[in-house]
């Protein structure tokens, strides 16, 4: 049963600082989150998607390229609201999620620009009784894999690397649901052990407190998505993922 108090998150942070060097050949020097599908942006595809779900307010923390995004979004999306990673090229994903502290207060949920998903699992884990929530698949062979591993719904920790003797819970797909009570440890983690040489990325952060707070996962084993980060997955997502989700999403619309 639904918790009535508990109120579901109406503003997201998109991560779109990256500089996307192996997508050059297809991007030049667009960032990652423009590359378009069908003739429009992904970036824009996720932006849509979320205010479909009751998401109001926007933050895209940019670096590369920034004035890309602010052109590209500028007419159909007014309303998000840009933060600069100036140290775009140095840094990593909690870096720039860290410089959002100042300005978010509330649940939120965190996704990554260059991501293709169907709309089911925003649904799902923003219909879930949790103030905390990060989004897991099934296997999905894609060659960039980051494996979640933990049991009954609970991280046990982080890892690029396989590891076959630990339980394997799934893999991170990059749309998690995160409480302000979370984001404020996860600021205050990484303050303490910034270190860019260890690649100082949210997952890792994640990874961290998985040892000393509970931080449930959903896993939507059959959920189809892609990031795209190298030319393979651009073929891929163009060949197999993005037609899938199209008539995934049909499907959940005709439901609706």
Not at 93 to 120: A, G, N, P, Q, V
Request: contains cysteine; glycine residues 6%; proline residues 3%.
């Amino acid at each position: 049963m639904m918790n009535q108090n508990l109120q579901k998150p109406t503003t997201a942070v998109i991560l779109a600082a990256g500089m996307g060097t192996r997508l050059r050949s297809i991007i030049n020097t667009s960032p990652k989150g423009l590359l378009k599908l069908e003739e429009r942006e992904i970036v824009k595809r996720s932006l849509s998607k979320l205010r479909n779900h009751g998401i109001k307010r926007f933050i895209l923390v940019t670096g590369y390229e920034k004035e890309q995004y602010e052109s590209a979004l500028a007419e159909e999306f007014p309303e998000v609201e840009f933060l600069c990673n100036p140290d775009y090229d140095s840094t990593g994903s909690m870096h720039s999620l860290w410089l959002t502290r100042e300005i978010l207060k509330d649940d939120f949920l965190l996704l990554e620009s260059d991501l293709i998903y169907e709309s089911r699992g925003l649904q799902q884990i923003l219909e879930k009784d949790l103030k905390d929530i990060i989004l897991l698949s099934g296997q999905t062979n894609s060659g960039d894999e980051v494996y979640v591993y933990g049991d009954q719904e609970k991280i046990d920790h982080i890892s690029k690397e396989f590891e076959g003797s630990k339980k394997l819970a799934g893999e991170l797909v990059g749309i998690s649901r995160i409480s302000s009570e979370l984001f404020q440890m996860l600021c205050s983690n990484y303050e303490r052990q910034k270190n860019p040489s260890q690649g100082d990325h949210y997952e890792n952060c994640i990874s961290d407190l998985s040892k000393k707070r509970t931080i449930p996962y959903f896993r939507i084993d059959d959920l189809v998505w892609s990031e795209i980060d190298d030319p393979s997955h651009y073929q891929r997502a163009i060949e197999h993922i993005f037609p899938k989700i199209k008539e995934a999403d049909k499907q959940y619309e005709s439901r609706a």
